[in-house]
């Protein structure tokens, strides 16, 4: 209780608890990231094989999000706890496996200083409140579910659907908005992009989003109720038409090449969440002038 009082009164203490904790965080957010998608494909094909009455495969050492302990992808080797703490053990390391000396992707530090950052500004920007609490949970759950989505074009429901419940749970209590808010704040996330889908796909007779991204924004609505989607989805929009022209010209990528679109709502939804209400009155006033 003591300790609760303490960073209630010390916002500076707070903040550094919490990216503490998101560094930690960002650890485990990089076996999901990896391990995730691999359990998932595991299970697709062992329905595929039970489907097609196929002998099932033996059952091999377990793969779970715990199991087996971290190791090196190179040479195997087991990673030590103090080779797996976050920041300081990969720049101890110089980015090097300690055993066959391959690099360690710098990717992996800076999903924890993401992740750390990221908390360390919740906590500022909300203090110390449940309000937070339930804030960092989501931002970690984003931004796991972006970076799957960049690297496989997957919105597992697995994380999604979980966080769409907290979101209506914690409103139940009006933590973020109303209850009626958040409920019909996932039913018009959904139904908002599955229209813009038919839409779309019965003018060009092309898929252009993933049902994953319905249920993304189905998520969003239900934490900051229908109010945050207008402005969700038009900086989702405005950024992934930047960031994606960006992008398709560095990879020098083709016109029809796919781009997720999960990780631009996760932006979007995220920064509606924080600074919706201020953006949308800073620009009343600017339309006002």
């Known amino acids: 209780m003591m300790l609760f009082d303490f960073l209630a009164s010390h916002t500076l203490a707070f903040v550094l608890c919490a990216a503490l904790l998101g560094l930690l965080a960002g650890s485990f957010l990089n076996v999901v990231i ?17 489907f097609l009455e196929l002998p099932a495969e033996s059952a091999g050492a377990t793969f779970n999000l715990f199991l087996p302990p971290s190791r090196c992808p190179h040479c195997a080797h087991s990673i030590r706890p103090w080779e797996n703490i976050p920041l300081l053990s990969w720049m101890a390391l110089r980015g090097r496996c300690s055993s066959c000396k391959k690099p360690i992707p710098a990717r992996y530090p800076l999903v ?19 309000q937070a609490g339930a804030m960092l949970l989501l931002t970690w759950g984003l931004l796991a579910m972006s970076l799957i989505d960049i690297d496989h074009q997957l919105l597992p429901d697995s994380l999604v ?27 018009a996330g959904y139904l908002s992009l599955w229209t813009v889908y038919w839409l779309f796909k019965l003018v060009t007779g092309k898929e252009g989003m993933g049902y994953g991204d319905f249920k993304l924004l189905a998520m969003i609505g239900a934490w900051g109720g229908w109010q945050v ?51 949308t009155r800073s620009y009343l006033q600017f339309a006002h002038i």
Request: aromatic content about 12%; overall charge neutral.
């Open 229 to 279: 989607l207008p402005l969700t989805i038009l900086l989702s929009s405005l950024v992934g038409a930047v960031l994606g022209s960006i992008l398709l010209r560095i990879r020098r990528a083709a016109q029809g090449t796919p781009i997720p679109f999960g990780p631009y709502l996760a932006i979007a939804g995220w920064v509606a969440l924080l600074w919706g209400d201020s953006i």
């Open 112 to 130: 924890e200083l993401a992740s750390g950052l990221l908390s360390g500004y919740v906590a500022w920007h909300l203090g110390f409140t449940w």
């Open 34 to 50: 990896y391990r995730l998608p691999l359990m998932m494909q595991r299970e697709w094909q062992a329905q595929a094989r039970e």
């Open 161 to 187: 659907l979980p966080l769409l419940w907290l979101g209506l749970i914690v409103n139940s209590g009006d933590l973020f908005v109303s209850l009626v808010d958040a409920l019909w704040g996932a039913i």
